[in-house]
């Protein structure tokens, strides 16, 4: 299997994957009750045969702070990959957006369409609400009581709650709350360093960029090797600011990079940015644009990773550096938490 093909088909199935996941969590059985129950009305919390009462929150509270000190950690040594493939909200968008194209597809820009888009992202909303509310009280009597109508007013409300929260998250704002509401992203720049890889564009190698005859060839094909660092940067600076660096002359096709300006990477993204203007804090490291550039590459006869999940460092020509000042005050506050949580699982037991 191809780069592309296998990095499209890991783009379509890890959420299918998550969303079925999420799906089945309620229904599971252990010893004769629901698996996972997080009971606030019994006060009893239930994880496959592991029971939690109220004087054992502070357990539940540190087993919560160990697993944000490793998605602190991961996010450090791998990047934002938490957030392009398995935050809530990415995996909720990318199935809402699955919708509104084979809705278009199907019905195109007929009256029937945003009807039918809307109808199915409520039905995905509502039983998304059910499915979480599920975990919070039983879930076999929670859908008989709603199947009646006869919710009572605290699950109705959550219910309502997060059936709106999903319609309008994944349905409307989508990128904005990555951009603008989710607090993880605020603390990127505090994980993250040369060393921690990211959506990056090989400029080098693309610059400059622009559509040319088909039957060309690659750069390393025609011989006219990498630019420069430097010449490359101010290549992707004139081309993201044309008002201040005026416009980019036009070139012979020997001399264009791999670039072929077709814009696929851009229109993949589900954050609206152009990878070639250089790193950017809102990128959510999910990929796309790196397969759209591979499929673009491939069509027309080039090579693939002109669009790579790689650190500044490596693109540099650096050695990969796993061990540095930040992974070791993660993995020791990882470490000191964890060391917390299982000292207090000794004593309560």
Request: hydrophobic share 45%; net charge positive.
């Amino acid at each position: 299997m191809n780069r592309p093909a296998l990095l499209s088909r890991i783009r379509t199935w890890l959420p299918v994957g998550l969303l079925v996941g999420f799906h089945v969590l309620p229904w599971l059985r252990w010893d004769g009750r629901q698996a996972v129950l997080l009971d606030l009305v019994e006060r009893r919390f239930d994880v496959f045969g592991l029971t939690l009462w109220p004087s054992q929150a502070g357990l539940l509270l540190g087993v919560m702070a160990v697993l944000a000190t490793m998605l602190a950690l991961f996010t450090h040594l791998a990047g934002r990959l938490w957030c392009g493939h398995a935050c809530p909200q990415t995996v909720w968008s990318t199935l809402f957006s699955w919708v509104e194209r084979g809705t278009r597809r199907l019905l195109g820009h007929s009256r029937a369409e945003p009807v039918a888009r809307h109808a199915l992202w409520i039905g995905i909303a509502l039983w998304t609400a059910l499915s979480f509310v599920g975990l919070f009280t039983p879930l076999q009597p929670l859908l008989a009581r709603a199947a009646a109508l006869r919710l009572g007013g605290f699950e109705s409300f959550w219910v309502a709650f997060y059936a709106v929260a999903t319609w309008g998250n994944a349905g409307f704002l989508r990128r904005h709350v990555c951009r603008l509401l989710c607090p993880f992203a605020r603390l990127q720049p505090l994980l993250c360093d040369g060393h921690t890889p990211r959506m990056l564009y090989h400029a080098p190698r693309g610059e400059p960029r622009g559509p040319r005859r088909p039957g060309g060839g690659s750069i390393a094909q025609r011989g006219r090797g990498l630019l420069d660092a430097g010449t490359a940067q101010d290549y992707v600076f004139r081309w993201a600011h044309p008002q201040l660096a005026g416009p980019m002359p036009r070139f012979a096709d020997d001399r264009l990079g791999d670039c072929t300006d077709c814009r696929h990477c851009v229109q993949a993204c589900p954050m609206a940015l152009d990878v070639r203007d250089g790193p950017q804090a809102d990128c959510l490291d999910c990929g796309a644009c790196a397969v759209a550039c591979d499929q673009s590459q491939q069509a027309a006869g080039l090579s693939h990773g002109l669009i790579q999940h790689i650190s500044p460092r490596r693109l540099a020509g650096d050695r990969a550096q796993w061990i540095r000042p930040r992974t070791l005050a993660l993995s020791g506050l990882l470490s000191l938490v964890l060391g917390l949580v299982l000292l207090g699982a000794a004593l309560a037991g």
